[in-house]
């Protein structure tokens, strides 16, 4: 049985492989992130992952894929492998312009159904008190290692940090990226639930919407559809969020996604994990220029942001780099 390496993320190793006709996926967590800064997290975090699958899936199994198996100690978790042909990933289908914007709002809508669902079983609290691991993988390379990049910024970035670990409301994913999403026949499918915990949705809505305003500035040929996306996620988002009895009102939870999303947008920029398609520098200035603003505003509500991330995100970039931008 011959085992294939497939490209992953900075944080596992995936592995393909075939078994009586079937073809399968072995994931296995990484102690030591695959980065240029020095960055640790647990190996337990597979096992959360795991977890996170098997609750979805009790949600709607269309969500995402199913454990068939995991290992707890080695770090490793076997599920079905998801064909190109038939699964796309959503950051390749963004940076082609080759979806629909509608896309964006059945993310919202599952992402939200996720959140309500598991809201209204706190009992969950006990298997995904996970927020050391979350602080680890999320919180510390991501708010707190981009305060060290802006001294100015350092006390409202460290209360964020601090807020999104003290807001424990749901089970969130925590890393709801265009890359971690599959536009499969039956809608998008949700993939590496390493940072799942019992947290603050807020984070999870800001973290894909971030990568829906760094888009912009990356392919800007595409700017209409990241930003109608934007806005779609948004709808799909509280469509659920009306739909099933919820844990807030939406004007607070809003209040906090508005305030984490511009500090999210500085942390891939100057934290420990920058976005490997803007290495242009007058890209780099455009989006700490925009960060920083709304990071001090005042009175901002999302579509606020996404006005304000509109043509001034656009910035010429050399045509050679964008033909050798990772999709």
């Known amino acids: 049985m011959l ?48 977890d996170w699958m098997r609750f979805v899936n009790r949600i709607d199994p269309r969500y995402a894929a199913i454990c068939l198996a995991n290992d707890r100690e080695r770090g490793m978790l076997l599920m079905p492998f998801l064909p190109p042909e038939s ?6 289908m963004l940076y082609r312009g080759a979806c629909r914007a509608d896309a964006a709002r059945e993310v919202g809508f599952r992402l939200a159904h ?4 598991a809201a209204q079983e706190p009992e969950l609290l006990a298997c995904f008190d996970h927020m050391a691991s979350f602080k680890a993988i999320r919180l510390e390379p991501y708010l707190l290692a981009t305060a060290e990049h802006h001294p100015d910024l350092r006390e409202p970035l460290l209360e964020l940090a601090e807020h999104a670990a003290q807001n424990k409301r749901s089970l969130i994913h925590g890393d709801v990226s265009p ?6 026949p039956d809608g998008p499918v949700f993939l590496d639930a390493e940072c799942a915990c019992w947290g603050d949705p807020a984070f ?32 799909g988002y509280r469509s659920a969020f009306d739909q099933y009895e919820v844990w807030e009102t939406w004007g607070s939870l809003e209040a906090r996604v508005v305030k984490l999303l511009p500090a999210l947008a500085l942390a891939r920029i100057d934290g420990k994990s920058p976005v490997e398609y803007l290495g242009n520098p ?5 989006v700490r220029r925009l960060a920083r603003d709304e990071i001090s505003a005042r009175d901002l509500c999302l579509e606020d942001i996404n006005d304000q991330w509109g043509h001034s995100a656009q910035v010429p970039i050399n045509p050679a780099q964008h033909a050798n931008s990772t999709p």
């Open 3 to 50: 085992a294939v390496p497939l490209e992953g993320g900075v944080s596992s190793d995936i592995w393909k492989f075939e078994h009586e006709g079937n073809t399968y996926c072995v994931k296995r967590a990484l102690s030591r992130l695959k980065v240029a800064a020095l960055w640790e997290a647990p190996v337990s975090r597979n096992a959360y992952e795991a």
């Open 87 to 92: 699964y796309s990933v959503w950051k390749h």
């Open 114 to 117: 996720i959140h309500a669902r």
């Open 179 to 184: 890359k971690n999403l599959l536009l499969g």
């Open 204 to 235: 999870d809505i800001a973290f894909c919407l971030n990568h829906l305003l760094l888009k912009r500035v990356w392919a800007p040929v595409n700017h209409a559809l990241y930003r109608s996306s934007f806005s779609q996620f948004i709808a």
């Open 282 to 286: 007058e890209q780099k200035d455009n």
